[in-house]
C-alpha cells in the first residue's frame, strides 16, 4: 500500500498536506493550478488499489476533475472529502449544488466551495435564496434557519454579501466538451429528481437521454450510480467503483458528500478523468455533524438521525 503523503505545491516554504480548499489554511497563490500531485502514484480505494493506467482519453477533459454535490451545510463531510481529493490530487473540482441545507455549518461550507472551479446552483440553495418550493416541514424550517444564519449580523459584512452574490450567480448548468454539468437532471436542472427505479420509466428515460449529449453529470437525489441509455442502472459497488464513458450517453449520479442515501453513510464524490469515471467513498466523524443538529433546535433530530443510517 502507498503510504507516502502526497503533497501539495501550494506555493508555501513548507508544502501542506492539508487541502488548499479549506479557508483556514487558504494559499494566497493559485492553487486551481497548483495541487495536483504530478509524481505517479498508487491511490486507495474500498480496500483495493487501483493503477493509474486509465487507458486511452476520448478527448472528454484532459483533466482530472474532482465532482462533488449535495454538501448539505455538512462541514464535516466536506472536510473529509476534500482531504480525500488532496489524497488523490486532481486539477478542478466541480460541485453539482446543495451546498447548505439540511446541515449545521452553511456559512463554512459556503465559504469553501466559493473556491471550486465551479458550482451548479441547487434547489436547496435556491430555496435559501428565495421562498422555498416544494420542501417538506422538516427541510422547509432547515431553510429558513439556514437563511438566518447567512443573514445574521456577524462577522465581516463583506463576507456575508460575497456568500449572498455567490449564491445568486450559481448557474443552473454546465456544458462542456459533451458534457453536460447540473444538479437535478437535463430537462430540469435544478428540480427533477432521477431515481434508479426510473429505469422502469422508458418515456421518462427517452426524454431525458435526448437532452444529453454524450454524459450528464448530476446529484440531488443522493443515490449515487450509472444510468445508461439502453435502460440500466448500475449502482457504484455493481460496478467496481469505476466506470468507462464510451459512445454509449450516460448520466452519473455522484452521490451526496453530506447526506448519503444509499445506505452506505459515507460521503460519496467521483474523479473523472478522460473517459474514466471512479467513485470514492468516505468515511467521516458523523457523531460531531449529528450532535451539532441535535443541538439546533430548528434542525430536525431525523436530520442527525438519517446521516448514520445513510438514509
Ligand atoms: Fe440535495
Known sequence: MHNRRPRFNCGRRNPT??????PRLACNLNW?????QREPVQIRAFGGRLDRS???PLGVSGVRRAIISDIHSNLEGLQAVLADIASVGVDEIYCLGDVIGYGP??????DVIMRCNACILGNHDQGALFDPEGFNAGAERAIFWTREQLEAPTGDPEVRAKRWTFLAELPRAKRENGLLFVHGSPRNPLNEYVYPE?????????????LVERCSFQGHTHVPGVFTQNGNFFRPDELGYRYRLSDMKAMVNVGSVGQPRDGDPRSCYVILEDDLVTYRRV???????IEKIYNTQDLDNFLGDRLREGR
Open 17 to 22: 498536506t492539508k487541502c488548499p480548499l479549506d
Open 32 to 36: 486551481r493550478l497548483s495541487f495536483r
Open 54 to 56: 486509465f487507458g486511452v
Open 105 to 110: 455549518n452553511p456559512c463554512e461550507c459556503i
Open 198 to 210: 426510473d429505469i422502469y420509466n422508458q418515456r421518462k428515460i427517452d426524454k431525458i437521454f435526448a
Open 283 to 289: 468515511e467521516y466523524p458523523l457523531d460531531k455533524t
